[in-house]
Structure formats: C-alpha cells, structure tokens
C-alpha cells in the first residue's frame, strides 16, 4: 500500500479491515475499551493486562490482540496513538504519513527542526530503512532496548519525515506491545515521547492528560520505571553510528554508561563528536 493511500480512507472501514468493532455495542462486549475518566472528545483509554511490557500468555483472551488491532486501526487512518515504550510513554503514527507527523509536531508543540525517532519491531527491519556501518552483533547487543541508534537513512523511508537530515534514529523498544504493535502495522512508526516540547516526560497516562483530546486511543502499561527518581525520565541514551568506526553521544539517556561499555569494550569503537540529527 502507497503511503498515500495508508493516509486516507474513513476510520471505520480500516477498523473493519483488522475485525475491530466500532461503537457502544463493541465496547460493551470486550469490557477492555475505558472511556476517559474526564469527558473529552478525543482519546479511548485502553488498558493492557498486565502492563504490556511481557507478552500476555493468552493473547486472544486477554484483549492483547484486540489492543493491537485497535492501535493498528488508527495508526492506518493517520491518527496518533500515545503508547507505553520501555523508558516513557511516546506518541506514535504511521512514519509514511505526512498528515500524522504533521499532527504529532502541532500537538506537542514541537520545533519542525526537530527529528522524530523510527520504531521498528525487529532488527532485521533496520536494514531496510538505514545504510547500516556496525556489525550485526552490536545491533543484537543493544536493540531491543533502551537506546536510539542514528545512522544514515535510506530511501524506504517517506521524504516528508525528518527532511533536514539525512540521519534517523532507530528504537526497538524493549517492550513486547510495542514490538508486536510495530510488527503488526508493517512499516515505520514515528515514535517522540507524550508530553509537550520542553516539559517534563510521562510516566504514566495521567501525566499527558491535557493531550488526550487530541489522540485517538492511549495504550495504557501502568507506570513505567520508578516516578521518585529523575534518572527514569531521561529516555532513551541516543548514539550516532553513522561514522565507521566512531560513536557519538547525542542525548545520555537512561542507559548511558551500560551502551558505551559495549561500544568500546567489544566492539573497539571510539568516541566522536560527528554529524548529530
């Protein structure tokens, strides 16, 4: 499918597409689909079992599969999606949609010079949308995880994200809903974390609560990490890879000192203060 045609087309008829019921009656029936504690026009909360970080035993039964298919559903018409990653909460839309990134740099208020992260569900996946420079084994050692690689993009990727750079930064959330959610929609997500540019990052639904209105459905994970500890809300550590031989820190992040250690002890890397997104 064309990125401009996974743009159009009514919500409903894309909901039917992936079996996903609309309207009362549905969510009546699945128990699972939770109105927002507030009236709001906007977002469907929907709350995962057991958080979402370890994959349901039973997908079917527990409303696993229902929470992936109504995510797929809107990400599909062009919506944004607040989703549980395994450091913050993020928002997420369809990378191949210049209508949904568009959206996702209005609400948040964010600089159009600013890059929007890749998610990806498999490192295989990264090969498709980047020029890889790393052996294969450093990107088993750190994806999925709690980093971003930047590296130099490929042409799979749609012109209208992140024009200004020919860089993009990779995510493998070492999170399982958000690696069969990345799998199941089948291409790129665009993936910034939930809360407006320069404030604090979310830990959990409640703290992006004035951005519900304009979301179509929060995947609520329950909390993520320990909200007494500012360490939680760094994010993800983000390391340029786009020069042989050489790594650059772009943002420390959550997991800085454990991806260094990797780069230089095993696979000889060194320090650099290269091209940054």
Known sequence: MSPARRCRGLRAAVAASVGLSEGPAASARSGRRLRPPSPTPGARLWRLPGGGAVRAASPERSGWTEALRAAVAELRAGAVVAVPT????????????????????????????????????????????????????????????????VMER???????????????????????????????FGGPLALTSANLSSQASSLNVEEFQDLWPQLSLVIDGGPIGD?????????????????????????????????????QQKYGLSPSHGPCL
């Open 86 to 149: 395994d450091t913050l909460y993020g928002l997420a839309c369809s990378a191949s949609c210049s209508a949904a990134l568009g959206a996702v740099y209005r609400l948040k208020g964010r600089s159009q010079a600013k890059p929007l992260a890749v998610c990806l569900g498999r490192v295989a996946d990264v090969y498709r949308y980047c020029h890889v420079q790393v052996p294969e084994g450093l990107l088993q050692d750190l994806l999925p995880g709690p980093v971003t690689l």
């Open 227 to 263: 909200g007494q500890s500012p360490e939680c809300r760094l994010g993800s550590t983000v390391v340029d890879l786009s020069i042989p031989g050489k790594f650059g820190i772009i943002r420390p992040g959550c997991a800085l000192e454990s991806t260094t250690a990797i780069l």
């Open 154 to 184: 490929s042409e799979e990727l749609h012109k209208d994200l992140n024009p200004f750079t020919p860089l993009v930064g990779i995510r493998i959330p070492d999170h399982a809903f958000m690696q069969d959610l990345a799998h199941m």
